[in-house]
């Protein structure tokens, strides 16, 4: 093709449809053909703007679309932090703020939205912001370094983001809507009531029915007028109240960016946006419009994915397809503060005849309706709050027109009734399971086939419970069972046999053996388990009576067993703190007893080498100077490491020393499915890799924000942010809550990583249980912490005291003074290190064999 | 001589070298003892129903004396230990190893006189 051919394409708006359009004209080839200049008014790239409020969790360089600030096609240029005056249609041409002229064979519009703010007396007060860029994010955290009391007008979702913004930034919140509920577009009245005491729940103030008439203040917010409907009060004529407050967020809406077009003279639609048709083209064939400031039919849609479905239908049109845009699903999902919220289909049955089944629990915080058609044989839609696990079973039934079960409201009823779990065989092979990514039944369950993966569940997420289920449905079909039990010994899961030895409250294994057993005596996979679990419950000793022969060795001798059968011996140094005397101690047992000695990964010293028989000398001296075991050996609780934090360092910001040996002190010895590992940093430069642990804390200027389910083993995961900015004693219940709902549920060597994906939810039914409380267990949970951490003693002092617990640590019964001949040692570096091992070896008979 | 036990393998002859390890009391149901018979190192196993076994203390996949300290139990029915090492299983019965094959260890005989525990020195088979 001919130089001058090439056309230019420009794209105004970089935002999130925006960049998808630069996306899909890249890769289907539109580049080809076109140059592409993209014109974006925000000084930073694409950002992913539904996730806004994480901004303050995990910056801007994770919201961000556009990590390397550039696409990797040279045929596009990116124009950051430029606007655009105007364009003229005649001429082909548009101004830049700058001056500059652009000549365009093609624009198209992608300028989205812009919040509304009602032109109330006092809107434009220094202390009133909206919620809309990440630089609207920066202002308002600044300001709310120094404000006390924050309101927010609106309670739509946006808004209520925008009140848990500010409630995570330590805020009295208010939160003021006109509407008698809260997201009035998505919930009916009932949802609106339950998720309102879910807010409540978390300190928010709510004002329903009530507008806002005016911001007080003479430069600066000082409050807020509103006039209430009295339909809350009760009242039979509307009142007025004030709310004093340092600063108000404005978040009632969003009005479409359409002035460039307005200005050129294009349609625009009645209630504003560019008129568009199913190809996105505006009354200008050369100009198009996509996302939030478009109007497809008349219609704008304020949600990203018929924003980015009108990108992709651009491109084709541009590229000569005929792929149209008809309109978009509104179901939405989210997790509002905590909350499960779902909207979808005809949520509010407008369809004629519709019928409405409801099940709500004002308790538990759950609200469910479903409607149907008339005849009750097809989902049309539903209302999902507090609970929305079941919204990926349903969407799909709307959007593929499945028929209903025979008894659709179990579709809705608590899991304990059997249901979310209704089988997928009958699903027709074309049900679309995942929408994100156009994935059928009949794809997965081909993938299922040829050990192969599809991209759902990918990207919404939405659609992963249905997804597993048709997979293990598939299974089932072939006769395959996934067998879930423990070993030949159990039919139970381990999570199950925690709950029996609670509920029998058995003490022994051979007791749970024989109660639940089926069958033999017990092998190296169920006895260790049973031990853990026990251990776990009881806070006894491991080697009390009979349970010390369902040890795992480590546990069976309190040690770490190392490849020639010696053991390594690990004090317990708690955050990592240790006196010079201490030290010296140490380094004394080491040299007496001839052990390699190491620092470990998690600051504490290995001592390596010891004989069996020699622990119980080494741990007498160990003991004797102070030290405790550090249940190196144990799946248990290994270490919490910490920096230096503000007592030393010149950046910590509170004082993760301490932190981290309270900790460590409160949860040694904790026996777990897996061992646990946790870190404390004092700034978030994060010297300790907490977030690489099982639980890490990091300070915050305000507190401390609370990562879990980092250290994957052998596949590395960090950890993610389970709540933030938490005093110490939040902090401590959260975790103690954590650590035990780790405990009661999770598989036998499941470390929390991979425990926390298996969970229905994953991080988010953790935060539901630890934080929100969902399932009514934190006192329990905490309980159960408080018992262990009350019954904790040392092991090995509490050994040393037993003659009882002694007398195993010998080499051998008949000769307890010879020592095992395997055991040899060669030096390297300096140090003791195992010799190799050449098969068994003969003493010869001239030992002499002492008598029974 | 009188026999509170013996393991159908122990003969009179055999039972005269005798090794005295320790009282069948002395090892908890379950679990082992290592001892020393005619400078082997010699696992002697007790299971719940008060079997008894020896088994060469040697793991020969782990390279180190540590049979005595395996988790002793069953699996399909076998009386078995496994190591602590690396978890193979090896039958009490035999010394075959029940993950491998063309691995086994020496088996001992053992009989229980009086309530103490013999071991006869050298391997049976190796």
Not at chain 1, 340 to 348: K, L, N, Q, T
Not at chain 1, 629 to 646: D, I, M, N, P, Q
Not at chain 1, 693 to 699: H, R, T
Not at chain 2, 14 to 38: F, H, N
């Amino acid at each position: 093709m001919a130089p001058h051919l090439r056309k230019t394409l420009v794209v105004v708006g970089h935002g999130m449809v925006g960049h998808r359009f630069v996306q899909a004209a890249i890769e289907r080839g539109l580049t080809e053909t076109h140059d592409v200049v993209v014109v974006g008014e925000e000084v930073r790239p694409a950002y992913d703007r539904v996730a806004l409020t994480s901004f303050f969790e995990v910056g801007a360089e994770a919201l961000s679309l556009l990590p390397e600030g550039e696409y990797d096609d040279p045929r596009v240029r990116l124009l950051l932090g430029t606007a655009v005056t105007g364009f003229d249609p005649e001429t082909r041409t548009l101004l830049l703020g700058d001056g500059e002229v652009l000549d365009y064979d093609e624009l198209v519009l992608a300028t989205g939205a812009a919040p509304f703010v009602p032109p109330v007396t006092g809107h434009d007060l220094t202390g009133s912001f909206v919620y809309r860029t990440i630089e609207d994010l920066e202002a308002i955290r600044e300001a709310a370094a120094t404000a006390r009391v924050g309101a927010v007008v609106g309670g739509g979702l946006l808004g209520l983001e925008a009140a848990k913004a500010l409630a995570d930034l330590g805020l009295e919140t208010h939160v003021v809507e006109m509407a008698p509920r809260l997201m009035a577009v998505q919930v009916d009245d009932a949802g609106g009531a339950c998720l309102r005491r879910h807010v409540e729940g978390l300190g928010l103030t709510i004002h329903t029915g009530a507008m806002t008439t005016e911001v007080l203040g003479d430069s600066h917010v000082t409050g807020l007028d509103m006039r209430l409907s009295g339909l809350e009060t009760g009242a039979s004529a509307p009142s007025s109240t004030t709310v004093d407050c340092d600063l108000v967020v404005f978040s009632a809406g969003i009005r479409p960016r359409d002035a460039l077009a307005r200005t050129a003279g294009l349609t625009v639609a009645e209630r504003g946006g560019v008129l568009v048709d199913e190809q996105c083209r505006t009354s200008d064939p050369h100009v198009w419009a996509i996302g939030e400031c478009a109007a497809p039919d008349g219609r704008m849609y304020g949600l990203v994915a018929p924003g980015y479905a009108m990108a992709e239908v651009a491109v084709d049109a541009l590229l000569g397809g005929d792929g149209a845009f008809t309109g978009a699903d509104m179901s939405t999902k989210l997790k509002l503060m905590g909350v499960d919220v779902a909207s979808f289909g005809d949520a509010f049955a407008t369809t004629d005849g519709a019928l409405e089944l409801v099940y709500s629990d004002a308790v538990a915080g759950i609200y469910k309706k479903l409607v149907v058609s008339e005849d009750g044989t097809r989902l049309l839609g539903g209302i999902l709050v507090g609970d929305a696990s079941a919204y990926g079973v349903l969407r799909p039934m709307v959007a593929s027109g499945l028929p209903l079960p025979a008894n659709p409201e179990e579709l809705i009823l608590p899991v304990t009734s059997g249901v979310s779990t209704s089988s997928t065989t009958g699903f027709p092979d074309e049900a679309q399971v995942c929408s994100c990514n156009d994935v059928t039944k009949a794809d997965i369950v081909a993938a299922a086939a040829d050990g192969g993966t599809t991209r759902a569940g990918t990207t919404c997420g939405s659609c992963k419970t249905l997804t597993k289920k048709i997979i293990e449905d598939y299974y089932e079909a072939q006769g395959k069972v996934v067998d879930r039990s423990l070993c030949e010994h159990f039919a139970l899961t381990r999570q199950e046999l925690f709950e029996v030895v609670a509920i029998h409250e058995h003490t022994s294994y051979d007791a749970v053996l024989t109660a639940h057993g089926r069958g033999g005596r017990g092998c190296d996979i169920c006895k260790p388990a049973v031990a853990s679990i026990l251990a776990s419950q009881l806070n006894h000793h491991v080697l009390d009576g009979a349970n010390q022969t369902v040890q795992d060795t480590n546990d069976a001798y309190l040690a770490n067993i190392q490849r020639n059968g010696t053991y390594s011996v690990v004090p317990r140094i708690p955050g990592g703190e240790v006196t010079p005397e201490g030290l010296i101690v140490i380094g004394e047992v080491a040299r007496d007893f001839g052990l390699y000695t190491k620092i470990t990964g998690g600051q504490r010293i290995d001592l390596f080498g010891a004989r069996m028989e020699e622990l119980p000398a080494i741990w007498r001296r160990l003991v004797d100077a102070g030290f405790e075991s550090g249940h190196a050996y144990g799946k248990s609780l290994r270490t919490v490491k910490s920096c230096v934090g503000s007592t030393w360092c010149r950046y910590g910001v509170q004082d993760s020393v301490q932190l981290a040996i309270d900790l460590e002190l409160r949860y040694r010895g904790l026996r777990s499915p897996h061992k646990l590992k946790g870190g404390v940093s004092g700034c978030a430069r994060e010297c300790a890799e907490a977030r690489s642990k099982d639980f890490g804390v990091i300070a915050t200027e305000k507190g401390w924000n609370l990562y879990v389910g980092g250290n994957g083993g052998a596949t590395p995961v960090h950890a993610r942010l389970l709540a933030g900015d938490l005093d110490t004693e939040t902090l401590v219940r959260y975790l103690d809550r954590y650590l035990m709902y780790y405990v009661r549920t999770a598989d036998r060597l499941q470390r929390t990583a991979p425990w926390v994906d298996s969970l229905d939810g994953g991080l988010d039914r953790v935060r539901a249980v630890v934080v929100d409380d969902v399932l009514g267990l934190g006192t329990e949970l905490e309980a159960a912490m408080s018992r262990h951490v009350d019954g904790y003693f040392d092991e090995w002092k509490a050994t040393l005291d037993d003659p009882d617990k002694l007398r195993r640590f010998v080499s051998f019964v008949n000769a307890p003074d010879v020592p095992d001949p395997h055991i040899t040692f060669r030096e390297e570096r300096g140090q003791s290190v195992p010799g190799d091992a050449t098969g068994p070896v003969s003493l010869g008979s001239t030992i002499p064999v002492g008598a029974p | 001589m009188t026999t509170d036990q013996t393991t159908d393998q122990t003969t009179d002859q055999q039972a005269t070298t005798d090794v005295t390890v320790c009282r069948l009391d002395d090892i908890t149901p379950e679990s082992a003892v290592l001892a020393l018979v005619g400078g082997d190192a010699v696992a002697v196993f007790r299971t719940h129903d008060d079997g008894v076994y020896a088994l060469s203390g040697y793991d020969p996949v782990g390279g180190a004396c540590v049979l005595a300290r395996g988790i002793v139990g069953t699996r399909g029915g076998v009386p078995y230990v496994a190591s602590p090492l690396h978890k193979q299983g090896y039958d009490l019965r035999t010394g075959r190893c029940l993950d491998d094959p063309e691995v086994s260890v020496a088996t001992y005989d053992v009989s229980v006189r009086d309530g103490v525990v013999l071991v006869a020195p050298g391997a049976r088979s190796s």
